[in-house]
């Protein structure tokens, strides 16, 4: 059963506030979190870059994304004004790889969790965190630029 509207306000908040802060500092102190990435969109009004913790979706030249919010999460909204993107993933030598994303609303943002959690425990844990959290799931794929 999924949680009420204002449970999941409070965990918005909550990921906003204190995860995603907590999540930045490891990845600006060099000791990014395994399993996670960060997406990197433009701010749709001031142009400026615009950091985002995700769980890392790489699969060989693409990147997934699962949106908990589909359209309303801030990023979604950023790629939607300019598709062009980076992406970072955690590892020993982790380094910023660009592309260009496409929405996905016919993908089944479920299975793509289930599938993209397949690969190691900590995506597996990342994915199986965020899922509990969806509230209207969307797919996002980066098709990335050649190294």
Known sequence: MPAPASGHRVLDRLQQRVVNPVVKLGWNLGIPI????LLETTGRRTGLPRRTPVCDGLDGERFWLISQRGREADWVRNIEGNPRVRVKVSGLRTQWRSGTAHILDSDDPDERQRILGETNLARRICMSTTKALNTSA??????LDAP
């Open 34 to 37: 395994p399993g996670d990435a």
């Open 138 to 143: 969307l797919t996002v794929r980066i098709d």
